[in-house]
């Protein structure tokens, strides 16, 4: 008999399978060591401590960037638990104390540790001592000498209690079909993480272990947040002719990859990818990207010392080399903010703080072994330079004569660089989008970063979920400042890209070809159906519809303009 079980769906996921269950709890087995035995003891504890941090920071590297921000940092916050005295150092000490194996001091530890949580007033720092939990549950596992990686996920359905993001990214990666978890809202980490991977799941499922054996065949239906366990032939059949027709859907778009990017009135598109790594490469060249409009290069920074010039210029010089003749757009670093500075403390207010390019300024020893690597990789094929955060001028003028002395080192070394190098501002704050003609002055182009842009001009923090509702690309201050900043380089001949999330959503397409935007620049799984947007296009009725979106009164009748617009 079918049943079915409501949850919390990753909307236009579907996925069909065997339902495999998430490991039980661990039992910990507790047992006194012979007195030589204690030093071996810690160094196994200390072993697997080393490879919980390994597994954490492999899974922390493979992050999509779309990713918000705090699920990276809800990985940083086991890493730091993991690295923390108060957990490395006092188990040891505990199974020196006790004598007692390294499973037992740290179920020891964990209690402790979390008897100070519930003790403390602050509501959202008791509810922290989860990580605790999941920190000890990783190191129990891997003494238990349980490597996940040995259990075969692939294609099947997990069904656990509850996931955190580095785990729903440890199934993706070993090819598991979608999960089910009892716990988790729409705006659970592992929720997040499953829609910017386009994984199918479904959260907040009440009793799903006991109502869902492993082996029983499950479907899940993303779009209505349903988990269809043991279905009759004629729902496997519906579900599967619905994966069928996305199948289908993703293989039409694959033959767009060599047509023009061109709107139904003639206007050729620049199509760009944002990368983070060499190995986005593959993708962007697949989704038919004319170059990269944004190497985000402060990936490489974090949670490690920082790479010097010949590991920079490595990198860099193997995406010159991929992109066969496409422009690269290297943006300098971008740390602060969301992404912290490693080894440094957060400041309060961070968002406001040294971060972007007024880091990189403040910071000659992290800037020019980058803009050393930058002008070298330039000597392989055509490369761009642009920097976050810009709020004035002079910050391009103090950058200029930064990149002038990273030339003189070069040359004094006899190594080979290119010159010149064009030089773009990214406009991200208010203040530098009302004086996009300014800046069209002293900068070769402009490149719009809408995620950074949308926060500082309404005022609301890009991943904090509890003002979430606020984040409205459509805000008419938001479409004003586009408007505004496409008019002043087009009149001053700069040219002006957009590489935060809007461009690489079709739903905005139209609007931005109405605004004047001819260069998108996105996470490459989206430049196909944003090309498919473009083809569809023609840029003098999406003008007219964009010109009342910008004087719309609010968001939402920007919004009506826009399905009208879209032919919704
Ligand atoms: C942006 O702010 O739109 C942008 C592209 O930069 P990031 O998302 O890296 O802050
Ligand atoms: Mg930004």
Known sequence: MPLMLQGIGVPGSIAIGPVRHGRPLQVVVERLLAPGAVNAEVARYRRALANAQRQLRKVRGQVPRRTPADVRSFIDSHLLMLRDPALSDAVADRIREFRCNAEWALRMQRDALLAVFDSLDDAYLRTR???VVHAVD???ALLAGEEDSEVPVDGTIHVAAALGPADVL???QRGAAGFITESGG???HAAIIARSLRMPAIVGVRDARALV?????????????LVLVTPDRAATEHYRKRMRIGERRRVALRTLRHLPARTRDGITVTMLANIEQPADLRAAREGGADGVGMYRTEMLFLDRDPPDEAEQYALYAKAVDGMRGGTVTIRTLDLGADKAVPGRAVTENPALGLRGIRFSL??????LPQLRAILRAAAR???EVMLPMVTNPAELVAFRASLDQARAELAARGVRYADPVAVGAMVEVPAAALTAAQLARSADFLSIGTNDLIQYTLAVDRDNDEVDYLYDPLHPAVLKLLAGILRAGNRAGVPVSLCGEMAGDPRFTRLLLGLGLTRFSMHPSHLLEVKEAVRAADTTTARRTALRMVAARDAQRAAVLLNELNGA
């Open 362 to 367: 403040r910071e000659p020893g992290w800037l």
């Open 170 to 172: 440890r199934l993706h």
């Open 186 to 188: 729409p705006l659970s």
């Open 213 to 225: 054996r492993a082996g029983d065949i499950a479907i899940l239906d993303g779009d209505n947040g």
């Open 138 to 140: 990783r190191v129990i």
């Open 381 to 383: 094929g055509p490369v």
């Open 129 to 131: 001592s989860d990580e």
